[in-house]
């Protein structure tokens, strides 16, 4: 496999995970918003199911580009062992940081929500995005971790002969 191809491949592999993350975060969202108003109104809350339909869409595009990618930059790296890597250190401060960023503006997020007056239902779409975009660069990390640490990332030598 060329780079070339790869390169459009993966592209287009990260192009459609973030259209399924946004999916799946956008309903999540949704969900927990209408939630929020109907604990706030003191009624029961009626989730409309295309909504639970997006979310399993999005949840179902993001698992299928994350199992392609990993399949084919493995592959890749075990035809083409002498790739540059980014450093596992940087990988792993790229999980970390987004991923306490993300869980800290959910956690923020969630007690502004609880002190409105009136709960909104609609979710933000700046804020849509943001966890889109944090939740995008954990998942990209993991996938180069992954794909490092996979059985059979390293080439096998051949059995020394006598």
């Not at 960023?101 to 929500?113: D, E, F, K, R």
């Amino acid at each position: 496999m060329r780079s070339s191809s790869l390169v459009r491949r993966v592209t287009i592999a990260i192009v459609l995970g973030v259209i399924g993350l946004t999916m799946l975060i956008y309903a999540l969202e949704r969900t927990s918003l209408i939630n929020f108003a109907a604990t706030h109104d003191g009624t029961e809350a009626v989730i409309p199911t295309r909504v639970y339909v997006t979310m399993f869409v999005g949840l179902a595009v993001v698992n299928l580009c994350a199992f392609w990618a990993l399949d084919h930059w493995g592959a890749y790296l075990r035809t083409h062992p002498e790739v540059k890597q980014l450093p596992v250190w940087f990988l792993v401060l790229l999980i970390v940081l987004p991923g306490g960023a993300l869980v800290t503006s959910v956690a923020t997020h969630a007690g502004y929500i609880r002190s409105l007056d009136a709960v909104p239902v609609d979710p933000n779409a700046g804020f849509v995005a943001f966890q889109v975009i944090m939740a995008a660069l954990v998942i990209i990390a993991l996938v180069l971790l992954g794909a490092r640490w996979a059985p059979g990332y390293k080439p096998r030598e051949a059995p020394a002969q006598n």
